[in-house]
């Protein structure tokens, strides 16, 4: 079966206001294990600010400094593999998992890659089967021939 993000993602975050100090961001990293933060400027998600932002900022500065303001999103029903596609895509470090614009948590590109290590045969690092119907699913919806072959190596 193909996990969706919905199962993987993270849902310890803050939200924090666009002119919030750092130092806040900072504290909340390292006494309250946050490391993810949708930033908001009246009540519109307008940037993201992760502990990697974080690191070398000063922490007098404010979170308009840190923060990146690309954000991509993906619906909670985002099948894993396709969260990698757009990762890949965009060339970005997280994902927000939304579903009527309502905010349900994170996914970060080395959370998935953990992930995804798990559906990877580690003696022949060939993809175990929930990617091949992924693919195939795929491949089929784009109206692409799509051919499996078995083969028993030991027998």
Known sequence: MIRNVSEIMLTNFKYMDLLEGV????????NKGIDFFPVVEKD???GILTYKHLIGV???RIIADAMSSTIVSIPSSTPIW???EI???NNIDVLLVMDNDELL???SKNQLNTELGKHVDLLTE????D???HYAKKLISNKQNASIIFIDINN
């Open 105 to 107: 948590g994170i996914i």
């Open 131 to 133: 990617y091949i119907y």
């Open 87 to 89: 990762f890949e895509n």
């Open 23 to 30: 130092r806040t961001a900072q504290d909340l990293v390292i």
């Open 126 to 129: 060939l993809y175990k089967s």
């Open 44 to 46: 519109n998600l307008i």
């Open 82 to 84: 396709q969260a990698k």
């Open 58 to 60: 000063h922490s007098n």
